[in-house]
């Protein structure tokens, strides 16, 4: 299975990983696993190899992953709708953040300064710290002001609005966006 990477950054690629969050369904999980997990980061371009885990490994970078994640969308929406994110999110990303900028090193090369990942590299926990580093680089960005969210209320999927009016609407056009025109023009026929 391929993942939507329509956000225009993986970060926010990465929350919309629990798809219709706000469904009258009820949200679906698109990370069922450690390998959907590694593959979502090496689709993202963030993983170049396949790191290994044990199943027990797995499972336990999963579901950090995932609590990663959700700190992270309550943040993003909480900043949407007008809110202050709860402490626990604010706390959960700040400790994983941390933890993750741990694992590097500041490496010269080319005359200039790089972070580097140390030897644990080839650690299965690199995908997790690899998404914390990428949500840290766009959450302490000026880009974090042009986050927005589908103006679809059940699906609310995560974007960068990069549109030159900055007035985006739809995740993606193809889906909500004709979905919700659809609906529009059904309503108007039957009014």
Same mark, same amino acid.
């Given at each position: 299975?391929?993942?939507?990477?329509?956000?225009?950054?993986? =970060?926010?690629? *990465?929350?919309?990983? @629990? #798809?219709? +969050?706000?469904? !009258?369904?009820?949200?679906?999980?698109?990370?069922?696993? /450690?390998?959907?997990?590694?593959?979502?980061?090496?689709?993202?371009?963030?993983?170049?190899?396949?790191?290994?885990?044990?199943?027990?490994?797995?499972?336990?970078?999963?579901?950090?992953?995932?609590?990663?994640?959700?700190?992270? =969308?309550?943040? *993003?929406?909480?900043? @949407? #709708?007008? +809110?202050?994110? !709860?402490?626990?999110?604010?706390?959960?990303?700040?400790? /994983?953040?941390?933890?993750?900028?741990?694992?590097?090193?500041?490496?010269?090369?080319?005359?200039?300064?790089?972070?580097?990942?140390?030897?644990?590299?080839?650690?299965?926990?690199?995908?997790?710290?690899?998404?914390?580093?990428? =949500?840290?680089?766009?959450?302490?960005?000026?880009?974090?002001?042009?986050?927005?969210?589908?103006?679809?209320?059940?699906?609310?999927?995560?974007?960068?609005?990069?549109?030159?009016?900055?007035?985006?609407?739809?995740?993606?056009?193809?889906?909500?966006?004709?979905?919700?025109?659809?609906?529009?023009?059904?309503?108007?026929?039957?009014?």
């Amino acid at each position: 299975m391929a993942f939507q990477l329509i956000a225009g950054h993986p =970060a926010l690629d *990465f929350v919309n990983t @629990l #798809d219709w +969050r706000f469904g !009258s369904r009820g949200p679906q999980e698109l990370l069922a696993s /450690y390998d959907d997990l590694v593959r979502f980061a090496q689709q993202s371009k963030l993983l170049g190899h396949r790191p290994r885990a044990s199943r027990s490994t797995g499972a336990r970078v999963l579901k950090r992953s995932i609590e990663l994640r959700e700190a992270l =969308a309550e943040v *993003f929406y909480a900043r @949407l #709708d007008g +809110r202050t994110p !709860s402490s626990e999110a604010r706390h959960t990303v700040e400790r /994983y953040f941390k933890e993750a900028r741990l694992r590097q090193t500041l490496d010269w090369k080319q005359a200039r300064l790089e972070w580097k990942w140390r030897a644990q590299a080839a650690s299965a926990e690199l995908p997790f710290w690899v998404l914390a580093l990428c =949500a840290e680089d766009l959450m302490t960005s000026e880009a974090a002001g042009r986050v927005r969210a589908c103006d679809n209320a059940e699906c609310r999927w995560l974007f960068l609005d990069t549109s030159k009016n900055h007035t985006r609407r739809w995740c993606d056009m193809k889906l909500c966006g004709n979905r919700m025109k659809a609906r529009r023009f059904k309503i108007r026929r039957n009014a």
